[in-house]
């Protein structure tokens, strides 16, 4: 199972709403986890199970999609915010999407 | 809370054999609740699963790393390890391990990594 995820980059500004895609190559019904990383940090989880918020991570920070698409949403970007989020699937081989870099425009 | 802390030599020559451990704190490795991975980033790109650890000793290895990768636990230590023989410039890259959750029906992710540990393989 194949994950696409886009855009690979995207430029915003503090206080936007962004929203990153991940689809699927087959129906994934809803398992599907987002992290996000930081330059020179580990990967965080933020989502899993499509829309299900890690303890700990902001509420303006939502999942949501089942089957082959899904959403990753962002309100109100705040500075902390800017990195790169992967998306990752039940699939091991492989299971993560490429990456999308939220940038400062 | 359940830390992960990677440790290895930072340099690999070409051909020889990369070994890296992760030593788990304040957790058990021999939980079944959970599974233990290897994941790595080369420099500048995307996460490649390496492979997974579970409580049974078993594994499930990315196809592409295979034939030269084994990923052991030592209960009496409280870590899981990494050996990758024959390594290229191809296998430099930040290894990260992490603890693994399975969903409630299927699927899984990776709540808990380490700070991750830089290999250059290089001679």
């Known amino acids: 199972i194949q994950l696409t995820q886009s855009p690979s980059f995207l430029s915003a500004s503090v206080g936007d709403r962004v929203t990153i895609t991940c689809r699927a190559s087959l129906d994934i019904k809803n398992y599907l986890a987002w992290y996000q990383q930081k330059p020179g940090k580990a990967p965080q989880l933020l989502i899993f199970a499509a829309s299900t918020l890690q303890s700990g991570v902001p509420s303006r920070f939502s999942g949501s999609g089942s089957g082959t698409e899904f959403t990753l949403t962002i309100s109100n970007l705040q500075p902390e915010d800017f990195a790169t989020y992967f998306c990752q699937q039940l699939s091991s081989n492989p299971p993560f999407g490429g990456g999308t870099k939220v940038e400062l425009k | 809370q359940l830390q992960l802390q990677e440790s290895g030599p930072g340099l690999v020559k070409p051909s020889e054999t990369l070994s890296l451990s992760c030593s788990v704190s304040d957790g058990s490795i021999s939980s079944s609740t959970y599974f233990w991975a290897w994941i790595r980033q080369p420099p500048g790109k995307g996460l490649e699963w390496i492979g997974n650890?579970?409580?049974?000793?078993?594994?499930h290895y990315n196809s592409s790393l295979r034939s030269r990768l084994t990923i052991a636990a030592d209960t009496s230590k409280n870590l899981f390890s990494l050996r990758l023989n024959s390594v290229t410039a191809a296998d430099t890259a930040i290894y990260y391990c992490?603890?693994?959750?399975?969903?409630?029906?299927?699927?899984?992710?990776?709540?808990?990594w380490g700070q991750g540990t830089r290999v250059t393989v290089s001679s």
């Open positions: 992490a603890r693994g959750v399975f969903g409630v029906v299927m699927g899984y992710h990776f709540d808990f």
């Open positions: 650890l579970y409580y049974s000793g078993s594994t």
